[in-house]
């Protein structure tokens, strides 16, 4: 099957070209903690070995910086950096990788009477300096607050299209063209629906396409699919990651799992695209990442999908997320949600929390919740 890419500029990230009629990247993220040197650059060489056009890493302190500096040298990989909320750890980092990522729905956090611009110009700056390229990566569950307010709150599309697009020609304006704009969501109707608007307008900016919070294999697997199959059968999408919540160990089938979707469409084997069935229960749960602070998470996330099977015939949505920092933020859309402390998960109906529970009492409190929420329903 021919395929007519969207003819996006250039951008090198390291030794990869994205963009243009290179060859759709792959990538992935590590989900080790980055200052456990030795298992971070484990997972990056896996990761690399797998296959992986750039590995992106998350640091979070002046101590994952360092720990990023000595990663860097023990890894010939591309690498990527994810600032998460401290944009200004930019220039700590900016020396060991190819690219950073920044979020514009982050970066409020620090120095908030600082002007977004003003935050945006360093950090292109900075990647100036240090020959990086830069994605904006827009996620639905951290939206910048000033750009949500001005939509009706049912309208999760426009404010993450008009901040990506205000930072692209912010972008632009300062002589900065070597990035790319992901836009993210848990929901992959929602994935293709975003990434289909923002190349209406910018057709010339590579796209990084996800969906996030994809969940376990092969339920995460075939999201991703039914939105890459749209999108990239339409010319759109220039590099693209699978979020799958799987042990460290299996990441690399983030890789082997992309390159199997790219090379399905490039043959056309298209899987008939099935719309998600809106009246199937939902299982959404995040790759997990260097902020996951306790790897039960991730069995969690296994066993609430299994014993939630017996309400598969209801439209009800369950988020299991990692971590603190997103989790309370991307479970609020969730019919029930769980974020994972270290030694606490904490369950919530809706934006709504009922406390936290032990990893061992956290199952048995999901089940009754899940009971309530089906007799609402029936
Ligand atoms: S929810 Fe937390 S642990 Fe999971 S991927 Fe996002 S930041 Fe990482």
């Excluded at 650059?41 to 296959?51: D, W």
């Excluded at 590995?55 to 990023?68: C, F, G, H």
């Excluded at 904490?346 to 032990?358: C, I, M, V």
Aim: net charge negative; glycine share 6%.
């Amino acid at each position: 099957m021919k395929i007519q890419r969207n003819p996006t500029r250039s951008v090198r990230i390291g030794s990869v070209q994205v963009g243009a009629q290179h060859p759709i990247a792959v990538q992935s993220m590590t989900a080790t903690h980055t200052q456990n040197i030795d298992a971070t650059v484990a997972q990056v060489t896996a990761l690399h070995a797998a296959g992986a056009d750039i590995v992106r890493i998350a640091v979070d302190s002046d101590k994952d910086a360092e720990a990023l500096g000595e990663i860097r040298r023990q890894t010939s990989a591309n690498l990527s950096v994810d600032l998460q909320e401290n944009y200004r750890l930019a220039e700590k980092v900016a020396p060991h990788v190819d690219k950073i990522r920044y979020n514009p729905g982050h970066l409020y956090h620090h120095e908030r009477t600082r002007p977004w611009q003003d935050k945006v110009t360093y950090l292109a700056k900075v990647a100036s300096d240090h020959d990086c390229a830069m994605r904006i990566g827009v996620n639905c569950g951290s939206v910048d607050p000033a750009k949500k307010e001005r939509y009706a709150a049912d309208d999760s599309i426009t404010p993450m299209i008009e901040s990506a697009t205000e930072h692209c020609d912010l972008l632009d304006s300062l002589g900065f063209t070597r990035f790319v704009v992901s836009l993210k969501d848990s929901d992959p109707t929602k994935v293709v629906e975003l990434n289909r608007l923002f190349a209406e307008r910018r057709s010339d900016v590579p796209l990084h396409l996800g969906v996030t919070e994809a969940g376990l294999p092969p339920d995460g697997i075939i999201k991703t699919r039914i939105a890459f199959e749209q999108l990239i059968g339409r010319g759109i999408g220039d590099t693209i990651r699978v979020s799958l919540t799987v042990p460290n160990p299996r990441k690399p089938e983030e890789i082997s799992a992309g390159r199997q979707i790219l090379d399905d469409i490039a043959a056309g084997r298209l899987r008939s695209v099935v719309a998600l069935n809106p009246q199937a229960l939902n299982i959404i749960s995040c790759p997990s990442c260097s902020r996951v602070e306790n790897e039960a998470f991730v069995e969690l996330a296994q066993q609430v999908k299994e014993m939630s099977q017996y309400a598969k015939e209801y439209a009800i949505t369950i988020a299991v997320m990692g971590c603190r920092v997103n989790g309370p933020g991307e479970t609020d859309d969730a019919d029930l949600g769980l974020w994972c402390g270290p030694n606490r998960v904490n369950l919530k109906r809706g934006s709504e929390a009922l406390g936290a529970f032990t990893y061992d009492e956290i199952l048995p409190k999901l089940k009754a919740e899940l009971d309530l929420v089906i007799k609402q329903k029936s």
